[in-house]
């Protein structure tokens, strides 16, 4: 089992800023593939970002489209912590933020539900126009 704590939602008006943190506990956190993913009121859960899991010093990340440029997603193994560091966030940003977590070969980039095995309980981000 991996618990998931996420934290640093928020309401921040369009163009800020936020950085949302995930911690993890548990099995051993550095073997994940880790995503953020959101949902915004009545539509379904996306994919927004994910960074694989390595063993070593290089690690690959994969971001919708909607978000490239913008976000920044980011792991510190020894902390069991991810991070997701939101710039020029804009209205349409608006959602409940997921961390999950998925089981998987080295190097791997899942972006889709079914990939992952742990979720967390998810951190409202409200963006303001």
């Known amino acids: 089992q991996v618990q998931l704590v996420e934290s640093g939602g928020g309401l921040v008006q369009a163009g800020g800023s936020l950085r949302l943190s995930c911690a993890a506990s548990?099995?051993?956190?550095?073997?994940?593939?880790m995503g953020w993913f959101r949902q915004a009121p009545g539509k379904e859960r996306e994919f927004v970002a994910v960074?694989?899991?390595?063993?070593?010093?290089?690690?690959?990340?994969d971001y919708a489209d909607s978000v490239k440029g913008r976000f920044t997603i980011s792991r510190d193994n020894e902390k069991n912590t991810i991070y997701l560091k939101m710039n020029t966030l804009k209205p349409e940003d608006t959602a409940v933020y997921y961390c999950?977590?998925?089981?998987?070969?080295?190097?791997?980039?899942?972006?889709?539900?079914?990939?992952?095995?742990?979720w967390g309980q998810g951190t409202q981000v409200t963006v303001s126009s």
């Open positions: 960074i694989s899991w390595s063993g070593g010093s290089t690690y690959y990340a």
């Open positions: 548990g099995r051993t956190f550095s073997n994940y593939a």
């Open positions: 999950a977590a998925s089981p998987g070969s080295r190097w791997y980039t899942p972006n889709r539900l079914y990939e992952y095995a742990y």
